[in-house]
């Protein structure tokens, strides 16, 4: 089954950008009439029929629409500081799409190696994973922001299940596991915040915990900074399954 | 901490290889007299004192043997088919050896597009994965066999939980999900059997069924190969966690 991606879905013909058109009709040769598939990346598809095969704009007319279509049961931020390899970031994001995310958000960490990050060849990653894995969402993904304004955003919002996944290595702070956090949790609304190699500050862990954030480990393999992403991200999928 | 590997640790004495000789000596210029930590790939660290610095062939005098150093509490067998990017399948072999797996079988099913597969190459990115998660314990890297020999070769061993993550788009058989299924078990050996892009043909499924596997679904999300096999060793991980 073959998704298409299109935001515009009103007064009932999906518009496809260039793109998309040229995807559909120049290389898969779909012509009007020819039923398709239209996902709004807000979490409906629709099944469409084409009305203009022009290859630059294509049109159809929705047939019906399939809310909450591939859906998960909850709503799941990841906020990852950039990985030194920019292809390990960005199979984190396509894994974690494939899984089940609604928001990438690449925090900028005071010990981030990285601190730019460009978000355009992300987003592409992630519209073709969720495409490939036949959802209608597309996970949202976030400009950069530094890991303290990122927590500032989260302090106010006490429907949310915080995490930080932070080593502590001294041993200051009790880590329960993410496992148990999200058991004991009772709502569906989760934010993990996962940190660089190099760890968050002291200062940040502090400012995290201070404004909610619960203090996980996920478990006891040393995981990479995008293996830990995407095992909070199967954490998640699992404490719903 | 750097780790190196020997799976030579007999007598009080690792012997490094070239490969390893050369890193410990020439890149990092260790000397005699200094210490080093050694894995025998069999799960016990060694620190040790060097005793000979030979770029090609560096020996050190075990100090201390650490057995079941950074193991986890469960026997897993991860029998994959490989996918037709091969880079997909050393994803999967080195997130599944950061999480924890005690075995990878590259196995090929009747509807494999790739019937041959290279081993050495994903030896070197298990024992990379390995040291770089701080594991003393290597994971076997099994020559190819096929899907059938794989199940045959199960069979018979009643102590190990058999799962097959099928489609069974016909819906012919019932499934569980590989939560439900590992948390029904009471052991700690599992074997999961993961099938190609086409998934497995019906007989392969009846064989593997009759051979004691039980069918299990990885969730409602769309998964990959690779993020099967990565989301079967996090279901056991969680599972021991």
Chains 1, 2 share one sequence.
Request: proline letters at 5%; a negative charge.
């Amino acid at each position: 089954m073959e998704l298409f991606y299109s935001p515009q879905t009103d007064g009932g013909i999906c518009r496809l950008d260039s793109e998309e058109s040229n995807h559909c009709v120049r290389v898969l040769r779909h012509r009007i009439g020819d039923e398709i598939h239209v996902i709004d990346g807000a979490g409906t598809l629709c099944r469409c029929e084409l009305v203009s095969d022009a290859p630059k704009g294509a049109e159809a007319r929705i047939l019906e629409t399939l809310p909450g279509w591939g859906g998960h049961p909850y709503r799941l931020t990841l906020a990852v500081c950039p990985t030194k390899n920019n292809d390990r970031y960005e199979w984190f994001a396509e894994k974690a799409t494939e899984i089940g995310v609604d928001a990438i958000v690449p925090v900028i960490g005071e010990r981030s190696e990285r601190k730019v990050f460009k978000t355009d060849r992300l987003r592409k990653i992630v519209l073709s994973a969720t495409k490939q894995s036949l959802k209608a969402q597309l996970p949202e993904v976030v400009e950069p922001m530094k890991v303290s304004a990122f927590i500032d955003a989260m302090a106010a919002d006490d429907t949310v299940l915080k995490l930080i996944a932070y080593c502590f290595e001294d041993e200051s702070v009790p880590r329960i596991s993410v496992k148990q956090a999200l058991r004991d949790f009772g709502g569906d609304r989760i934010a993990v915040l996962i940190g660089p190699e190099g760890d968050f500050s002291p200062e940040e862990a502090r400012r995290a915990i201070a404004a909610g954030f619960r203090p996980v480990h996920l478990g006891s393999s040393r995981l990479r900074t995008e293996t830990a992403a995407v095992t909070a991200a199967e954490a998640v999928y699992f404490q719903f399954m």
